[in-house]
T-cell receptor, first 113, second 115 residues
Framework: DAGVIQSPRHEVTEMGQEVTLRCKPI?????LFWYRQTMMRGLELLIY????????DSGMPEDRFSAKMPNASFSTLKIQPSEPRDSAVYFCASSFQGLPSYTFGSGTRLTVV | AQKVTQAQTEISVVEKEDVTLDCVYE???????LFWYKQPPSGELVFLIR??????QNEISGRYSWNFQKSTSSFNFTITASQVVDSAVYFCALSVTNTGNQFYFGTGTSLTVIP
């Protein structure tokens, strides 16, 4: 099993640019979670999907953030326009039937300059 | 509301010393899971252990051991004979079934093992 795959591993972009983070969950997993890690706020849930449907997006900081899951094997987290305060590590995780057997991806380190 | 508290922000120990990382959680749910994750300097989150709320047995895995006590809402983690490779940030997390099993993370404890 390849695990949860995130891309890119590192992203540096200029303020105002659009940024797209990608995640491929483990095959067969029906839950997908996006987390953000910052020094100030620690690890916080942004949004999660069940069977490709967003269930709780209350953690999405503002309208500049959007997430999609067009199919069971792919999800994106988009920031448009990006701001320096969006600089963080973004983790994707997946699980099966909501069972707490989380597998995290390696994360995407985003730097907005 | 769910909450995880890791009161120790940073700990430094000398190699071969034992160290205990504290974790206190809050939840009104009777069914929940507790986790420990390790985040080494490379940044990934490495799963260490999961316990469910109905299993208070302590667990030992090599140099690692966990003490789960529902009476004090604590799930502490002990590393015996610490090694430099144990240097990392350790996160305790709570997962509650009726909130989609999203994780509630503590703020982490940064452990430095000095050679």
């Amino acid at each position: 099993d390849a695990g949860v795959i995130q891309s890119p591993r590192h992203e540096v972009t200029e303020m105002g640019q659009e940024v797209t983070l990608r995640c491929k969950p483990i095959s067969g997993h029906d839950y997908l979670f996006w987390y953000r890690q910052t020094m100030m706020r620690g690890l916080e849930l942004l949004i999660y999907f069940n069977n490709n449907v967003p269930i709780d997006d209350s953690g999405m900081p503002e309208d500049r953030f959007s997430a999609k899951m067009p199919n069971a094997s792919f999800s994106t987290l988009k920031i448009q326009p990006s701001e320096p305060r969006d600089s963080a590590v973004y983790f994707c995780a997946s699980s099966f039937q909501g069972l707490p057997s989380y597998t995290f991806g390696s994360g995407t380190r985003l730097t907005v300059v | 509301a769910q909450k995880v508290t890791q009161a120790q922000t940073e700990i430094s120990v000398v190699e071969k010393e034992d160290v205990t990382l504290d974790c206190v959680y809050e939840t009104r749910d009777t069914t929940y899971y507790l986790f420990w994750y390790k985040q080494p300097p490379s940044g990934e989150l490495v799963f260490l252990i999961r316990r469910n709320s109905f299993d208070e047995q302590n667990e030992i895995s090599g140099r690692y051991s966990w003490n789960f006590q529902k009476s004090t809402s604590s799930f502490n983690f002990t590393i015996t004979a610490s090694q430099v490779v144990d240097s990392a940030v350790y996160f305790c997390a709570l997962s509650v079934t009726n909130t989609g099993n999203q994780f509630y993370f503590g703020t982490g404890t940064s452990l430095t093992v000095i050679p």
